[in-house]
């Protein structure tokens, strides 16, 4: 999904008027979105760093991301703050600042706060915020979860969801949809922002809660989730049984989808086996199904 230095060149032309491209170059950008890193000349010299994001296969997820970033930027939350939405022959696309920064992430347990606070701060926005776009709704971590299961790639220890009840719903809000240290970027150990929204929603904040950690446990081992997981408790209520949900729910479509994620063979086979593990503690601690 390359773009060409031209269409670029207008985009940044409509965006930034008089600013010069003097070079770019592709980023990861999420499930499907096609991310170029653009360095550019302003009128009065000054060089700047910007960020050109769309999804010619979902152009309404680059609508909903500008829009919600909109909202964010200016409430504190750590993101960039959009600077234009530009038509383009392949969707919209989003402009805005480069972050400085890096993913790596100290396991320490300041990093973990920082990220269990940055979580809480996103999760109290209310799902009836009267400026959030239209977002799809995630408050039920059962119906999907026992589907998968029973699929093969879960089969060792799906049986024993069969009877788990739902539990209460919790208050809705927004939710990131995707919170992981992937989608995180640090400098001079401040988390600096949150990206890649195109999986935001509104529901149950503890499905993002146990999206991290997940991903946590499988980074950097069970002891950073549970030490996420306190912080987070010491900003926001956790339900354990309703977590425990979500954990299944989120271990599981992992474990289905991650052969479409393009890991390394070695890769994979560990994340697998990690992933499994934070499962069947998961589905121990919620107690054995019917």
Same mark, same amino acid.
């Given at each position: 999904?390359?773009?060409?230095?031209? #269409?670029?060149?207008?985009?940044?032309?409509?965006?930034?008027?008089?600013?010069?491209?003097?070079?770019?170059?592709?980023?990861?950008?999420?499930?499907?979105?096609?991310?170029?890193?653009?360095?550019?000349? =302003?009128?009065?010299?000054?060089?700047?760093?910007?960020?050109?994001?769309?999804?010619?296969?979902?152009?309404?997820?680059?609508?909903?991301?500008?829009?919600?970033?909109?909202?964010?930027?200016?409430?504190?939350?750590?993101?960039?703050?959009?600077?234009?939405l530009v038509p383009t022959a392949r969707g919209p696309a989003c402009v805005m600042p480069l972050v400085d920064g890096t993913t790596e992430w100290a396991d320490e347990p300041t990093a973990l706060h920082q990220m269990a606070r940055t979580l809480a701060d996103i999760?109290?926005?209310?799902?009836?915020?009267?400026?959030?776009?239209?977002? %799809?709704?995630?408050?039920?971590?059962?119906?999907?979860?026992?589907?998968?299961?029973?699929?093969?790639?879960?089969?060792?220890?799906?049986?024993?969801?069969?009877?788990?009840?739902?539990?209460?719903?919790?208050?809705?809000?927004?939710?990131?949809?995707?919170?992981?240290?992937?989608?995180?970027?640090?400098?001079?150990?401040?988390?600096?922002?949150?990206?890649?929204?195109?999986?935001?929603?509104?529901?149950?904040?503890?499905?993002?809660?146990? /999206?991290?950690?997940?991903?946590?446990? /499988?980074?950097?081992?069970?002891?950073?989730?549970?030490?996420?997981?306190?912080?987070?408790?010491?900003? =926001? %209520?956790?339900?354990?049984?309703?977590?425990?949900?979500?954990?299944?729910?989120? #271990?599981?479509?992992?474990?289905?989808?991650?052969?479409?994620?393009?890991?390394?063979?070695?890769?994979?086979?560990?994340?697998?086996?990690?992933?499994?593990?934070?499962?069947?503690?998961?589905?121990?601690?919620?107690?054995?199904?019917?």
């Amino acid at each position: 999904m390359d773009w060409s230095r031209e #269409s670029l060149e207008r985009v940044v032309a409509e965006a930034l008027p008089g600013a010069r491209v003097l070079g770019l170059r592709a980023l990861e950008g999420g499930v499907s979105a096609d991310v170029q890193a653009v360095r550019l000349q =302003r009128h009065d010299g000054s060089i700047e760093a910007l960020v050109v994001r769309r999804h010619p296969r979902s152009p309404e997820r680059v609508r909903m991301e500008h829009a919600l970033l909109s909202v964010l930027h200016p409430m504190g939350i750590p993101v960039p703050k959009p600077l234009a939405l530009v038509p383009t022959a392949r969707g919209p696309a989003c402009v805005m600042p480069l972050v400085d920064g890096t993913t790596e992430w100290a396991d320490e347990p300041t990093a973990l706060h920082q990220m269990a606070r940055t979580l809480a701060d996103i999760h109290a926005v209310p799902a009836t915020h009267p400026h959030l776009p239209e977002l %799809p709704r995630r408050v039920d971590p059962l119906t999907e979860a026992q589907a998968w299961l029973a699929s093969p790639q879960v089969e060792r220890v799906g049986p024993r969801v069969v009877g788990f009840e739902p539990v209460s719903e919790g208050a809705s809000c927004l939710l990131h949809g995707d919170f992981w240290p992937g989608n995180l970027l640090w400098r001079d150990g401040r988390l600096r922002a949150v990206l890649d929204w195109e999986d935001a929603a509104v529901g149950d904040p503890l499905s993002d809660v146990a /999206c991290a950690r997940v991903e946590l446990a /499988c980074a950097a081992g069970p002891s950073a989730a549970a030490t996420f997981t306190a912080a987070y408790a010491s900003h =926001r %209520p956790v339900d354990a049984d309703r977590l425990g949900l979500w954990e299944v729910y989120v #271990s599981s479509a992992a474990l289905v989808y991650m052969e479409t994620w393009g890991l390394p063979p070695v890769v994979e086979a560990a994340r697998r086996q990690a992933t499994l593990a934070f499962l069947d503690a998961a589905l121990l601690r919620l107690g054995p199904g019917d």
